[in-house]
């Protein structure tokens, strides 16, 4: 099986602050909200298209099976978030604070295995730890667990990174640690492999990089750290 290699390239782009932090700090460190008056106004965003099922990575599957309430909703909850000021200012504000508090680290160092997808607790991880880091915490702040989605991707140079999108009522947008700002999908540069269905275990190829063909299990694999 072909691997697609993951660097999560990039990673001191994040601001790091007060070395390791646990969930809860960061969570907790999230400021309050601001007046919905004061808040940026939301870029304009699109629906993002589904393909085919594909396999999903076998680190997602495995974290699932270690913790199946974070990955299957059983049809409960909206498929998509109502997006508005307040929504938009928790979404960036969730972003930001996850990276400041994940100090990044390969799997291969942190757990001793080559792929380890897990919701950090020690303040390191790599790039699908803050993604499920930030997912989790926008549960927990309410928005419906089904428009909170995996992805994969290619960054412009050309390796694999995982990160969190958010499915609204207004398109789709992109929570990453690469990156301070929360994008619309289509601002980010990336190529498009594959993303989480609403709320499922399962996946789905989306993007250019699967247009005219379907992905097999060759093509989606487990994202991993050089």
């Known amino acids: 099986m072909v691997r ?18 646990s969930a809860e700090l960061a969570t907790n460190a999230i400021a309050p909200s601001p007046p919905a008056d004061t808040v940026a106004a939301i870029p304009a965003s699109t629906f993002m298209p589904a393909g085919d ?43 930001a604070a996850w990276n400041g508090a994940i100090t990044p680290m390969e799997d291969a160092a942190h757990y001793g295995v080559v792929d380890y997808w897990t919701i950090p607790v020690d303040g390191y991880g790599d790039c699908e730890d803050y993604a499920l880091a930030k997912r989790k915490s926008l549960s927990d702040f309410g928005l419906p667990q089904a428009a909170l989605r995996m992805a994969v991707v290619r960054t412009r140079g ?4 995982a990160v969190l999108t958010v499915a609204t009522d207004r398109g789709d947008y992109v929570l990453d640690n690469l990156n301070a700002k929360v994008l619309p ?42």
């Open 53 to 95: 099922d594909v396999a999903p990575p076998s680190g997602f599957l495995a974290f699932c099976k270690r913790d199946p309430g974070q990955c299957a909703t059983s049809g409960a909850g909206a498929a998509v978030a109502h997006i508005d000021p307040r929504t938009w200012q928790t979404l960036n504000r969730v972003n």
């Open 158 to 161: 050309g390796t694999a990174h």
């Open 4 to 21: 697609f290699a993951s660097t999560c390239v990039g990673l001191a782009f994040c601001a790091l602050v007060g070395g390791c932090q």
């Open 185 to 226: 999908w289509t601002a980010t540069g990336y190529v498009w492999i594959a993303r989480q269905a609403p709320g499922q275990v399962r996946w789905s190829a989306i993007g250019s990089a699967t247009a005219g063909r379907n992905l097999t299990t060759a093509d989606i694999i487990e994202t991993q750290d050089r």
